[in-house]
């Protein structure tokens, strides 16, 4: 019923209209026409009064959030508001006023003054004229799509639904976080409370760095604020909550241990103790006072108490955030809380007290792994033999999961021989290539069950058998002994013997063998394992064969992931070669863009022509598109960043630089940080800050329809403020960068904790360590206790362990300012390993080479402190995972002696070279062992004269190798030889022109040879 039938009701409802006669039902038929007319007319103008007041601006604010006095001006408005409102605007019956002007009048000021008038419309909502309610109902529909005075600057269409995603996208564009606060207060009991939060939420995670922008600006950060406490739906929300609210109030003192601003976790009730959450009231099951938003009180009792114990181990009460995780209820969240807070008995006399009462094999191995764990850190010899006894129990027809548990912990604790042996009893073929990666050769061969003895004879026969086994597979399996043949060229790559390698892998390469229920081929799984060992050479004659036209798609993604370049890329720059070369079948064609990408000179196509035709074809590439039943030819640009790159590996900077710069004028939003970055690196200030201010207008652009598509969360925009920080300190601005690093620090309060992460890596690669090592330090934690969208712990925990290294060398003061321990590198590293512990990212051989670098991390901060006990572990723990580890022995062993443990470094060494000589003895044409020995003997300057044989056997065998001749000269330079060496290098020289070492070394025998 409209307003205006509503009232011709309320009329013929009362006395003054009578009973009609004949004339005067003519009459009120002519009348109920004119009054539907005018229905009409008033509800336009409703509308467009209503458009007209929405859109009426707010006034600029600033920082000061004190209002001001009211003017004479506002003091008469409301004297005025009072001459038509007798009252106030908190009654039901303003929208009853006789006057039908007066009624919309009483509307829009409702709407307007929400705060006087909230209680009146919720009540006029229920009254019993229609009319009032119908009002009522749409100001609450106003205030729940967050339509508020000066709110609706958006597009006009928007404001004919309220309630779409992108009204409330547009409306939270504007920075007004107040308004959209309403929005939420006015669903709250509704059925789409949850849905408004969700969508907020989302919205804030997307575009975070433009709103905090927006809010610093206005000064209205404390209105972001009330906006978080109203829809922190999850603990990131929370995080951004507390984060912004340190923000605003920066002297806030960081507690001690025995700090009382954290509730006692004792007089929490714990989770077992509760009831089902579905039968508990809200609110105030833990007080957690001001520590929580008040969105929480939606939250389970032990999400809250997760939630606590993150903030408090973020806050630095150890105590208190593992009295929090232990409300929770969650072995694994109070195990988390014990392993920030170096708990490690604590953990070890719960896991062992778990595996005793562990309903399943899961539980009870699991809790094992973790006792493992703790006791390696507690150095409780007894027990952990005894957990190790329990992990090594291998069952019958146990699941795959648990064998990988048993495994892992094993390898994660150097117990490297008893992991092989575990992984062996299941699956053969991987535990080789473990013991490949842990220099074990004959632990690997005996593993492939191929003897190397018989391989010159039995090779292709081996290969047949295993053919054989794969065709009696359905599709989509992979044979037992596929896979080992795939381990044993794994084995004769590590011990030199190339050719049978080459073979294995060349054989393993038809594309109509399904080997996987995905569809992957078995030339694929070959592409695969030859990036895994850097064989680009070999992938280069593999991917396609003879005669072939075309390759898969997964094969092209696999390409690019060698080439490191996007697979679209790479299809680019291959199908514009097809119009360079239309002579050339698929396969040449292949063979000139794979060479191309890896900065080699392909065959056949080189010449300057060929690079102009190949900018020009990809900066005018005409597409046929259809448009109204035509086709039409459109020219665009397929140029990209990765192309570009590829330009300037083949040594083509002039036309690298003409395809950014046509990217640029096409505003390709990558292409402008990279011209604003290069330009900043070139020292055009000017230049580079016009190209930063361009890349955040066009991130910061925002209209309906990508409203809510996530493209980097803000990213490109706070790296174009990042770029203007940059600018701004190198000009000695101060002023100006300490506003655009505010800017920088409320962005980092983001609830997206990968935007977080993200924006770190960006700092981290402009130099500026500091903020981001603060960053990082927080967000690990907070990726620690996990949850929906966390970033990689480990990712996050390695980055933040490099950067407490760059600082090390860069600006070691700055780890004393930002109250950094040193030892927290090893603290990290060593939790990062125990993230992997349970997940399938990563490759088997991975939880060799990650613990194996977490010890040299332990190793490095020895020599660092000069612990001899600590190195001593180090390197014991060093050689179990890999006896033959090159890069310790060359790299680290001398600046071990140089810490004055020469005895320690020299036993070291010695053992690294009598099992290298050992290996060489069992595999004689093993160059890259050779090699390796020789230049480790160089660099630390023992043991020359077997260095000298080992590295004339290396160049015997490979005598095209300029890395192996240069070890040759540098050896032959320790002898006192320099003639020799700088004859040697000099050759090398020519066939490396372009190696920066070669020059170094050549003019160090120089210097050496005038002396």
């Not at 195990?335 to 604590?346: C, S, Y």
């Not at 810490?899 to 320690?904: E, M, T």
């Not at 890395?963 to 003639?979: C, K, S």
Request: hydrophobic share 40%; charged share 25%.
């Amino acid at each position: 019923m409209t307003i205006v039938k509503m009232r011709f009701q309320r009329l013929r409802n009362s006395k003054r209209l009578s009973r009609p006669s004949g004339l005067a039902t003519g009459l009120l038929t002519v009348a109920t026409g004119l009054l539907t007319v005018v229905n009409g007319l008033l509800t336009v103008f409703t509308g467009l009064l209503a458009v007209a007041i929405a859109w009426a601006p707010l006034p600029v604010r600033s920082q000061d959030t004190t209002p001001p006095p009211s003017t004479a001006t506002e003091t008469q408005a409301d004297a005025d508001r009072e001459t038509r409102f007798p009252g106030s605007l908190d009654q039901p019956r303003n929208l009853a006023r006789d006057r039908y002007v007066d009624r919309q009048r009483a509307t829009l000021e409702m709407w307007r003054l929400r705060t006087q008038s909230r209680q009146a419309v919720q009540d006029a909502a229920r009254h019993p004229d229609p009319e009032v309610a119908e009002r009522a109902a749409w100001i609450l529909k106003q205030w729940r799509s967050a339509s508020l005075p000066g709110v609706a600057q958006g597009p006009a269409e928007l404001l004919l639904d309220r309630g779409s995603p992108s009204a409330l996208a547009s409306v939270l564009e504007q920075g007004a976080f107040d308004a959209v606060l309403v929005a939420v207060e006015e669903s709250a009991g509704t059925i789409e409370f949850d849905q408004i939060k969700q969508r907020v939420v989302t919205l804030l995670s997307q575009r975070y760095p433009f709103y905090s922008d927006k809010a610093f600006a206005a000064g209205t950060e404390a209105d972001l604020l009330n906006l978080l406490d109203a829809v922190a739906i999850d603990r990131n929300v929370a995080t951004a909550w507390r984060d912004l609210k340190r923000y605003l109030h920066p002297a806030e003192p960081k507690p001690s241990n025995d700090t009382e601003s954290l509730p006692s976790a004792e007089s929490l009730p714990s989770a077992e103790s509760l009831p089902s959450a579905d039968l508990l009231p809200s609110a105030d099951l833990l007080p957690s006072a001001d520590l929580l938003p008040s969105a929480a009180s939606l939250w389970s009792p032990a999400e809250r108490a997760t939630c606590l114990a993150q903030f408090a181990m973020l806050h630095g009460d150890v105590d208190q955030s593992i009295a929090h995780a232990r409300a929770v209820g969650d072995p694994v969240v109070l195990r988390i809380a014990r392993m920030l807070g170096d708990r490690w008995q604590e953990i070890a006399d719960d896991a062992f007290e778990s595996a005793a009462s562990a309903a399943t094999p899961d539980a009870r191995i699991e809790a094992y792994a973790w006792a493992l764990a703790a006791t390696a850190r507690t150095s409780d010899q007894v027990r952990f033999d005894q957990a190790q006894s329990q992990l090594l129990a291998i069952q019958p027809d146990e699941p795959d999961a648990l064998d990988d548990l048993r495994w892992r912990a094993l390898a994660m604790h150097a117990r490297v021989d008893q992991a092989i042996d575990v992984m062996a009893a299941r699956d053969p073929a991987a535990a080789a290539k473990v013991a490949c990666a842990a220099s074990r050769f004959r632990r690997a061969e005996q593993l492939c069950g191929y003897p190397l003895e018989q391989i010159a004879s039995d090779l292709d026969g081996w290969i047949k058998d295993a053919y054989i086994d794969q065709a009696n597979l359905p599709a989509g399996s992979i044979a037992p002994s596929i896979e080992r043949l795939y381990s044993l060229a794994r084995l004769l790559v590590n011990i030199g013997d190339t050719d049978n390698a080459r073979r294995i892998y060349h054989r393993l390469t038809p594309r109509q063998v399904i080997i996987s229920p995905y569809g992957a081929s078995l030339r694929e799984q070959t592409l695969v394992e030859l990036d895994l060992i850097n064989r680009f050479d070999w992938m280069l004659d593999i991917a396609v064969a003879p005669g072939e036209n075309a390759m898969t798609q997964r094969s092209q993604y696999i390409i690019g992931q060698a080439l490191n370049t996007e697979s679209e890329a790479f299809r680019k720059v291959l199908d514009r070669i097809k119009l360079i070369r239309p002579a050339n079948d698929f396969r040449e064609r292949f063979r000139i863009a794979f060479q191309l990408f890896r900065g080699k000179q392909p065959d056949g196509f080189g010449d300057p022509e060929d690079f102009e035709t190949l900018l020009e074809l990809l900066l005018h590439d005409e597409q046929s598109k259809r448009s109204g039943g035509r086709t039409l030819q459109v020219e665009q640009i397929s140029l990209d960043l990765d192309i570009v790159d590829m330009f300037i590996r083949q040594g083509q900077v002039e036309l690298a630089r003409e395809g950014l710069a046509a990217l640029t004028r096409a505003r390709e939003l990558d292409a402008l940080i990279s011209s604003a970055e290069t330009e900043s690196e070139q020292g055009d200030n000017r230049a580079a800050e016009e190209l930063w201010q361009q890349v955040a207008r066009q991130s910061a652009q925002y209209t309906p329809t990508n409203a809510l598509i996530t493209v980097d969360h803000g990213l490109s925009y706070a790296k174009s403020i990042v770029g203007s920080w940059i600018l701004a300190k190198r000009a000695g601005h101060r002023e100006i960068a300490d506003q655009l690093e505010s800017r920088l620090r409320l962005m980092l309060t983001s609830p997206s904790m990968n935007f977080r992460k993200e924006l770190a890596d960006h700092l981290r690669e402009t130099g500026q360590h500091e903020l981001a090592i603060e960053t990082l330090r927080d967000l690990a934690v907070s990726a620690s206790f996990g949850g929906e969208d966390a970033p990689d712990f480990f990712r996050v925990a390695v980055t933040y362990v490099g950067l407490i290294d760059d600082l090390k060398e860069t600006h070691p003061a700055a780890l004393d300012e930002l109250q950094i321990d040193p030892y927290d590198a090893v603290k990290w590293s060593d939790l990062a390993v125990l993230g992997l512990l349970k997940t399938s990212r990563y490759h088997d051989t991975a939880f060799i080479s990650v613990p194996l670098s977490v010890r040299k991390t332990f190793l490095q901060h020895a020599i660092e402190t000069a612990d001899e006990s600590l190195a001593r572990r180090a390197i014991e723990q060093i050689e179990s995972y890999d006896p033959m580890n090159i890069d310790y022995g060359e790299r680290m062993l001398p600046e071990l002696r140089n810490a004055g443990l020469d005895q320690l470094a020299d036993s070291a060494f010695d053992r690294l070279m009598d099992h290298g000589l050992e290996q060489i003895r069992q595999y004689r044409t093993d160059a890259t062992t050779l090699n390796n020995l020789a230049w480790a003997a160089a660099m630390n300057e023992r043991r020359l004269d077997e260095a000298l044989e080992l590295s004339e056997r290396a160049v015997l065998l490979e005598p095209d190798s300029v890395i192996y001749r240069d070890t040759l000269a540098e050896v032959l330079y320790l002898l006192g030889r320099t003639q020799e060496a700088l004859a040697i290098e000099s050759a090398c020289l020519l066939d490396e022109p372009d190696e920066w070492h070669l020059h170094e070394q050549i003019e160090k025998y120089q210097k050496l040879l005038q002396q």
